[in-house]
């Protein structure tokens, strides 16, 4: 028995990747983003503008998890 496979309805993925987008242009992200290429300039992160895109991006899912988290206990 293999393992089932699961692929999220095409409306989900693209509901994600509009949300994503938004963020990405959002201006707290794109300071957020900028403020973590010079950190990682000064530090000699390798890819600096990859990974601070990809740190910001993590930053502001992990935030709304988290509010989405408190919400849900407090309701």
Same mark, same amino acid.
């Given at each position: ?19 994503? /987008?938004?963020?990405?242009?959002? =201006? ?6 900028? =403020?973590? %290429? ?7 992160? %390798?890819?600096?503008?990859?990974? /601070?895109?990809?740190? /910001? ?6 935030? =709304? %998890?988290? =509010? ?8």
């Amino acid at each position: 028995m293999g393992i089932p496979k699961f692929d999220p309805p095409e409306e989900e993925i693209k509901k994600l990747l509009s949300h994503i /987008a938004m963020i990405c242009l959002s =201006e707290e992200f794109q300071s957020l983003k900028l =403020e973590l %290429e010079t950190i990682y300039n000064q530090s000699n992160v %390798e890819n600096v503008r990859l990974t /601070a895109f990809q740190d /910001a991006l993590y930053a502001f899912l992990a935030q =709304e %998890e988290d =509010e989405q988290s408190y919400q849900s206990h407090v309701y």
